[in-house]
């Protein structure tokens, strides 16, 4: 398997040098049109959008989307992969984007929890959240995600057990969708070292337990908010994306029927189309 530095070269981009390390960013549109920062859930990087960006760049808008750390392309430094390390590296990104008005932020599962905060700390730059999936609570639900978090062996057991599964999953979601060419570029991005390392320390420094402050803390929000979930969402089921929007403030809510969660890559017009016309609105 090739080095992450190898995949770098293979692949170039652009990376920013940030508090925690080197990020991965990559921008597409017109850079006066109306931005929207997405981010990604918690084992897919950047990527996930490559299907939803085309369809918002048609609409008139740009895109910024990058890797957190520990994913992707994006460094994987030795450090406590908590909830508050994303937060910071996103408030980086999102701090060094220049615009002329707020813009729209979209967090797809735990980056939907992210962007939720991101709107509480930087209030004035968000004028619309969409939350795609929104993570509620992975580890109340599982077995597996509590063994990872064991300290000691919870990071042998997601290097010997989770990644294969990881892997094995991603193969069949792929190939039911046509998408088989995302396998081998997420086995590469996985296999790397560092991302089992960056997972298990999720599980065990909660990044992915209770997000239900970060939706509470919106009630006081006037962005515009549109919850996206699909029908047969079994990683974030219905009854969750429900608990969540008794939560938000007042919001939109758009229901794709037999949706899973990669809606993302199977739904991308639909998505795109409901953030255009809640663009439209304002």
């Given at each position: 398997m090739p080095t992450l530095n190898e995949l770098r070269h293979a692949i170039g981009g652009r990376y920013l040098p940030l508090g925690a390390g080197l990020t991965h960013v990559v921008e597409d549109g017109e850079k006066d049109a109306l931005a929207v920062l997405l981010l990604h859930g918690a084992t897919v990087p950047h990527w996930e959008f490559d299907r939803i960006v085309p369809h918002l760049c048609?609409?008139?808008?740009?895109?910024?989307?990058?890797?957190?750390?520990?994913?992707?392309?994006?460094?994987?430094?030795?450090?406590?992969?908590?909830?508050?390390?994303?937060?910071?590296?996103?408030?980086?990104v999102l701090d060094g984007i220049h615009a002329s008005r707020p813009l729209t932020v979209l967090g797809h599962s735990f980056g939907a929890a992210i962007a939720a905060a991101v709107a509480y700390e930087r209030p004035s730059?968000?004028?619309?959240?969409?939350?795609?999936?929104?993570?509620?609570?992975?580890?109340?639900?599982?077995?597996?995600?509590?063994v990872f978090a064991l300290p000691g062996v919870g990071r042998q057991l997601m290097r010997s057990v989770g990644l294969p599964?990881?892997?094995?999953?991603?193969?069949?979601?792929?190939?039911?969708?046509?998408?088989?060419?995302?396998?081998?570029?997420?086995?590469?991005?996985?296999?790397?070292?560092?991302?089992?390392?960056?997972?298990?320390?999720?599980?065990?420094?909660?990044?992915?337990?209770?997000?239900?402050?970060?939706?509470?803390?919106?009630?006081?929000?006037?962005?515009?908010?549109?919850?996206?979930?699909?029908?047969?969402?079994?990683?974030?089921?219905?009854?969750?994306?429900?608990r969540v929007r008794a939560l938000l403030p007042a919001?939109?809510?758009?229901?794709?029927?037999?949706?899973?969660?990669?809606?993302?890559?199977?739904?991308?017009?639909?998505?795109?189309?409901?953030?255009?016309?809640a663009q439209q609105r304002t």
């Open positions: 048609r609409n008139g808008m740009r895109t910024v989307r990058f890797d957190f750390l520990g994913h992707g392309l994006s460094d994987r430094p030795m450090v406590d992969y908590d909830f508050t390390l994303f937060l910071k590296q996103t408030l980086e730059r968000v004028q619309r959240l969409v939350l795609v999936a929104p993570l509620l609570d992975f580890m109340a639900y599982s077995f597996w995600p509590r599964a990881l892997e094995r999953r991603r193969q069949r979601r792929y190939a039911a969708i046509g998408a088989e060419h995302l396998t081998p570029r997420f086995i590469a991005e996985a296999r790397a070292p560092g991302y089992t390392e960056a997972l298990a320390s999720m599980f065990q420094k909660g990044a992915l337990s209770d997000q239900q402050a970060h939706y509470r803390r919106l009630g006081q929000s006037e962005c515009e908010i549109l919850v996206v979930a699909g029908s047969a969402d079994r990683v974030v089921p219905l009854r969750d994306v429900t919001h939109k809510y758009l229901e794709l029927k037999g949706a899973e969660h990669n809606l993302l890559i199977t739904h991308p017009e639909l998505v795109a189309a409901a953030v255009a016309e």
